[in-house]
């Protein structure tokens, strides 16, 4: 085990993205069946077939409205909201398009630490594209997401793990959120210790720089009711390399 030496180092040379599916399970039924978007959506068998038991896996936004969240019992979530579509999952779809989305990851980087099913760390700082700009990266792959699976996602950029996936919370769904070395203690400053989810937190803009990354029809010829994200201009990889993100 290495050795502690004071005073701690803060390393801010690393480029760390981190990527978030947004209501991942919930989105990928809401994409293969649109009438469930029009409903608040819950990922759990109902209460009533399995004698109140159960926890919800993840719900789609509508739904979070009412305060189902995960983790939650199916019987509290059917008490918040007893108009609620409740599905069982398809664990193995999830399992299929999660690899895809690692794949696309691997288009950048191969320093990739999975979390979950639906959110990893990737370090940029060398990349396949020798890019310098984060923030860049994390812009194609949102866009290489949603071409690929027609599924988006958020994206926190940061120096750390702690901040990028602090970051990527901040502004759900379709977030960019972009925390640099100098506005670190600001941004950690205006949060919670608990309680408030970090996306109801106001920080002034110039400190932390939150981007909604906005859908809009593409030049591409599409099926019906699909968008894609715009392209990201060549020149922005140059012009944002000069932060040093």
């Not at 926190?156 to 959120?177: I, M, Q």
Request: glycine share 4%; charged share 25%; aromatic share 6%.
């Amino acid at each position: 085990m290495a050795e502690l030496r004071f005073p701690l180092k803060n390393d801010t040379s690393r480029k760390i993205i981190h990527i978030d599916m947004d209501a991942f399970f919930a989105s990928v039924e809401e994409r293969d069946n649109p009438e469930l978007a029009k409903h608040p959506l819950v990922i759990a068998r109902h209460p009533s077939d399995t004698g109140g038991r159960g926890v919800v896996t993840t719900a789609n936004y509508k739904a979070r409205q009412y305060g189902i969240h995960s983790a939650m019992s199916a019987q509290k979530a059917f008490e918040l909201c007893p108009h609620a579509v409740f599905i069982p999952g398809n664990h193995q779809k999830y399992r299929e398009i999660s690899q895809q989305v690692r794949e696309i990851f691997g288009r950048y980087t191969d320093v990739i630490e999975p979390v979950s099913i639906d959110e990893a760390y990737l370090d940029v700082t060398v990349n396949k594209i020798n890019c310098p700009s984060a923030i860049k990266i994390a812009r194609m792959i949102q866009q290489d997401i949603w071409q690929t699976t027609q599924l988006t996602c958020s994206a926190g950029v940061s120096y750390n793990k702690f901040l990028a996936k602090l970051s990527s919370d901040f502004h759900k769904p379709r977030g960019l959120t972009v925390v640099m070395p100098e506005d670190a203690v600001v941004f950690l400053k205006k949060l919670p210790i608990a309680g408030e989810p970090t996306s109801k937190i106001a920080v002034p803009p110039l400190l932390a720089v939150t981007k909604r990354v906005a859908l809009k029809k593409s030049a591409v010829p599409l099926k019906p009711g699909m968008v894609s994200f715009p392209p990201v201009p060549a020149s922005r990889c140059e012009k944002e390399s000069v932060s040093n993100t």
